[in-house]
């Protein structure tokens, strides 16, 4: 016969693994997406980085260019500078926003003749 102190205790147990498991499923579930915003934010970057330069070598406004390229690629442009024909420029993406927090990442890129 089975001691009566014990009775249940399975139940709780299981209930504990249940909630940490959906907890770490969740962080993994949020770190995923801000490695997601990272690579959209590095090649919004990198193809506006590109158009700008491309413009610039056309005689046009390298920043007007890229940030349209930026914006089409979901990232916004922070800072843009030209000098000479080469092109550099910081982008933002938006980032996962979970639990009222928000987490925005940014990426840096620069292009020109090589």
Known sequence: MRPRTQHGSATLFAVAVIGLLALVGAALGVAGAMVHAHRVAQSAADLAALAGA???????????A?????????????????????????????????????????AEARAGPA
């Open 66 to 106: 890229a940030a349209a390229i930026a914006e089409a690629n979901g990232a916004t442009i922070d800072q843009c500078a030209v000098d000479g024909f080469d092109v550099r420029l910081r982008v933002t993406a938006a980032g996962p926003h979970w639990l009222a927090q928000h987490h925005d990442l940014s």
């Open 54 to 64: 491309r413009s610039v070598a056309r005689g046009e406004d390298g920043c007007a």
